[in-house]
């Protein structure tokens, strides 16, 4: 029987994209199995990727000058494909849009954010799927609101400047002038993360010190944070006190605070993407499903790609096993996850230096040990 292998792989971060990952894979099979059929299907779990795994599954590719996180003028990719965009927050407000080295954990802004959802509006999208993941920002999505029209304003009727820190200054939020087409559009928040916006599961103290904050900064963002949401609860009522409590409000520095106020709907970004990637159709064909990303570990069982790979193929009776740079769960917990076995780079190559900088051809080697355990 011809053997039907799908790779439905994310990126392994600082080494190979999720289009890479499935070339190599592809590449080492073939070398022990030639006739092998494989569809590779590169997936993302709304984080930086998403709109490069969309563009691999037949979406076009449009690009838009957006504002960065500092202010200065970037050049973002969307997704799009009849009326559908993919939107992904950190092609215009993620950490990799700041100079090497710096942070700006109170004056980082989603303005361009709101620049790249509008672009996808002018676009003719009716849906947008909005991934938001890896961002520089902690401003609950002000910048976002303020460049689909929002105003927030300081005591004596000027904007407050823009970041986290700068919401401490904020007297009045006037959401009058947003974007009207904003109220037909589906708007889906696909995020791997269900934190509320502030406390100590909120965005400023989980995910602060990622982006440079110190703890000082933390206190400062989450009051800010705070205020920010009584002052919507203000213009918006009361449930914009509810979206504040609500998961995922608190995803990529409270950018999903910013777009539950905007009605999304929040869901799990990879549950999103498999939909979106036409994930269902390409399983059905498939006998043997390839998953993976850069660090199989705890994280990856709550919302990451393979773990939604691997969800979706059992629940279709399908077998799965994973490729990863690093592999830090015991086999019980990948057989929970429905993964039968994990194949990590470091089971060829020791030294976890040279995987990353050889990884392409380390990931070949793995997957032609793949292909004479599952394919002869």
């Not at 980082?108 to 961002?135: K, N």
């Not at 100590?200 to 989980?206: F, N």
């Not at 914009?240 to 605070?257: L, R």
Request: net charge negative; hydrophobic share 45%.
């Amino acid at each position: 029987m011809t053997q039907r292998v799908l790779i439905a792989a994310d990126k392994f971060k600082g080494s190979l994209t999720a289009v890479q990952v499935a070339e190599r894979v592809t590449a080492g099979l073939r070398r022990v199995v030639p006739d092998v059929e494989v569809e590779a299907l590169p997936v993302a779990d709304g984080g930086d990727g998403t709109v490069d795994a969309a563009v691999a599954a037949g979406f076009e590719r449009r690009e838009a000058r957006v504002a960065g996180p500092l202010g200065h003028e970037v050049t973002a990719a969307f997704a799009l494909r009849g009326e559908t965009a993919v939107v992904e927050m950190a092609e215009a407000s993620g950490l990799q849009r700041l100079p090497a080295g710096v942070f700006a954990p109170l004056s980082a802004s989603t303005y361009g954010s709101g620049e790249l959802l509008r672009a996808a509006l002018d676009a003719g999208a009716r849906t947008i799927v909005f991934g938001v993941g890896g961002s520089a920002t902690t401003d609950g999505g002000a910048g976002m609101l303020s460049a689909l029209g929002a105003r927030f304003l300081d005591a004596d009727g000027e904007p407050v400047p823009p970041g986290g820190g700068g919401l401490a200054e904020l007297a009045r939020a006037d959401l009058s002038d947003l974007d009207p087409r904003l109220a037909s559009v589906e708007l889906i928040l696909a995020s791997d993360v269900d934190n509320p916006l502030t406390g100590p599961k909120g965005a400023p103290a989980v995910y602060g010190p990622q982006k440079g904050a110190s703890p000082d900064d933390v206190e400062i963002l989450d009051a800010a944070l705070a205020h920010y949401a009584k002052a919507l609860e203000e213009a918006a009522g009361p449930e914009a006190a509810e979206y504040a409590a609500s998961p995922g409000a608190g995803a990529a520095g409270g950018i999903g605070y910013g777009a539950l106020l905007l009605g999304a709907e929040f869901r799990p970004g990879i549950e999103v993407m498999l939909d979106v990637l036409g994930f269902a159709p390409a399983l059905q064909w498939a006998s043997l499903v390839i998953t993976g990303e850069g660090s199989l570990d705890e994280q990856t069982l709550h919302g990451k790609a393979p773990a939604g790979v691997a969800a979706a193929a059992r629940a279709a009776d399908k077998e799965v096993i994973a490729v990863c740079g690093r592999l830090a769960l015991p086999p019980e917990a990948l057989g929970r996850a429905g993964i039968r076995r994990a194949y990590p780079l470091t089971q060829v190559e020791p030294d976890v230096a040279k995987c990353i900088a050889d990884a392409g051809p380390i990931l070949e080697r793995v997957a032609e040990q793949i292909a004479r355990d599952f394919l002869t």
